[in-house]
């Protein structure tokens, strides 16, 4: 597995902690601010916290379902089923949520790194340091947007095989919005990935991203077929 050097990610850490038990600005706007932001002339919000948005409505989709299912007369047998996913999949939506807004403050800190003096060898050792610390940052927030909706395709799964019938779009809304929200995190470590120096760490992150992506592109795909039957 690989691991994060607390000092990578100190910062985000405590900022992330902090916005679980609240709201950070990006999560608690409303949407047509949401969607201002994104267009803005500005580098974030970007694709890392889209991704961590269309992740989460993936997921709300899919416990929507899972409500529109429970209690159902016609689905009566589906009822063990969703009330085991149904906690699942709200306990990872409160989780990527404030993924939105930390993976903006990732970046904050990167350009922080970026403006640091070098006028003498120690500083700019020192600016070479932060800077890879604060690319591993930037690459974490994604990858934990992609563990968390990989983490959910067994929920998802379930889901598909005993549903409310007149849910069929919106699951398959669900399933193609999970995809997505993962793929978009994929990318984002990727490119970031590039400019981090260590050869070692990058092999490691890129192996475990490649892994989950195939994962989740493949339970998309055997899902949504199963759904067109």
Avoid at 47 to 53: E, F, M, Y
Avoid at 58 to 72: C, D, N
Wanted: glycine share 6%.
């Amino acid at each position: 597995s690989i691991f994060f050097p607390y000092t990578t990610l100190f910062r985000s850490k405590q900022w992330y902690q902090r916005r679980v038990r609240g709201h950070g600005p990006l999560q608690s706007s409303t949407v047509q601010q949401f969607v201002e932001s994104v267009g803005a002339r500005t580098s974030t919000p970007g694709g890392g916290s889209v991704s961590a948005l269309v992740t989460a409505l993936g997921l709300a989709l899919g416990q929507m379902t899972g409500w529109m299912t429970y209690g159902s007369k016609k689905h009566e047998g589906a009822e063990k089923t969703v009330t085991s996913v149904l906690p699942v999949l709200h306990r990872t939506i409160d989780q990527i949520t404030p993924l939105i807004d930390a993976d903006a403050m990732a970046f904050a800190n990167y350009l922080v790194a970026q403006k640091m003096p070098v006028t003498n060898e120690e500083e700019t050792l020192r600016k070479q340091e932060a800077l890879e610390e604060a690319l591993l940052t930037i690459v974490h927030v994604p990858m934990k947007i992609m563990e968390l909706g990989c983490g959910c395709w067994n929920q998802i799964e379930e889901l598909t095989a005993n549903y409310n019938s007149s849910l069929k779009s919106d699951l398959q809304v669900a399933i193609k919005c999970l995809e997505a929200g993962i793929w978009g995190a994929y990318k984002n470590i990727m490119i970031n990935l590039d400019d981090v120096v260590n050869d070692k760490t990058k092999q490691e992150i890129a192996a475990k991203a490649r892994k989950l992506l195939e994962s989740s592109e493949t339970m998309s795909g055997r899902l949504l077929a199963s759904l067109e039957k």
